[in-house]
């Protein structure tokens, strides 16, 4: 299986920072690499996939980047709706999930 | 509008079984690859199956031959027979569907989920 490691574990920043996930993969994934938010008690819900492409319907300040084996979820102008866990997913393989980053807004 | 909605969840005891439905709306089902997930506190997200549009399944190693996936598209279903349940398969149940880019294939939209515990 290929291992998805993220970082940090906890974030906590404040409304209108600018934050940074990170997600590296254990062998390259080339760019089949998806970002989900989660809140508590509710479906994992996708962000981006192939690695950039946002979602529709996800607002402009979510984007990521990266490719191969490193990539980064950065979200700018935090809101406190941003305040949830993140996790990365590879589908290059059969996929495999990030243990998740989670986002205190102070 | 998208949705997914899984049933029979519960309580199980250790070496029991247990089947769970995901019932689909609002896209032409037939078409689409479906995904079970899974999540504990403990081990996070876990993919369980893949039930391909063509019908081709596939399995993670911690549920192979224990588990079966299958669907009945005339009624928009999805359904995961899980068989052997042991404590370490106590999670909440997520079916998703598949959005595809040619081969490749990630969870574009996911049910609420269902809790199986297992437990004597």
């Known amino acids: 299986d290929i291992q998805m490691t993220q970082s940090p574990s906890t974030l906590s920043a404040s409304v209108g920072d600018r934050v940074t996930i990170t997600c590296r993969a254990s062998?390259?994934?080339?760019?089949?690499l998806a970002w989900f938010q989660q809140k508590p008690g509710k479906a994992p819900k996708l962000l981006i996939y192939?690695?950039?492409d946002l979602v529709s319907g996800v607002p402009s300040r979510f984007s990521g980047s990266g490719s191969g084996t490193e990539f980064t979820l950065t979200i700018t102008s935090l809101q406190t709706d941003d305040s949830a866990t993140y996790y990365c997913?590879?589908?290059?393989?059969?996929?495999?999930f990030g243990q998740g980053t989670k986002l205190e807004i102070k | 509008e998208v949705q997914l909605v899984e049933s029979g969840g519960g309580l199980v005891q250790p070496g029991g079984s247990l089947r769970l439905s995901c019932a689909a709306s609002?896209?032409?089902?037939?078409?689409?690859?479906m995904h079970w997930v899974r999540q504990t506190a403990g081990k996070g997200l876990e993919w369980v199956s893949v039930?391909?549009?063509?019908?081709?399944?596939h399995y993670g190693d911690s549920v192979k031959g224990r588990f079966t996936v299958s669907r009945e598209n005339a009624k928009n279903s999805l359904f995961l027979q899980m068989n052997s349940l042991g404590v370490g398969d106590t999670a909440v149940y997520f079916c998703?569907?598949?959005?595809?880019?040619?081969?490749?294939?990630?969870?574009?939209?996911w049910g609420q989920g269902t809790l199986v515990t297992v437990s004597s």
């Open positions: 997913q590879q589908y290059d393989r059969f996929p495999t």
């Open positions: 062998q390259s994934v080339s760019v089949w």
């Open positions: 998703a569907r598949v959005r595809r880019d040619g081969y490749k294939g990630t969870d574009d939209y």
């Open positions: 192939k690695a950039s």
């Open positions: 609002g896209f032409t089902f037939s078409n689409y690859d």
């Open positions: 039930i391909g549009a063509n019908g081709v399944t």
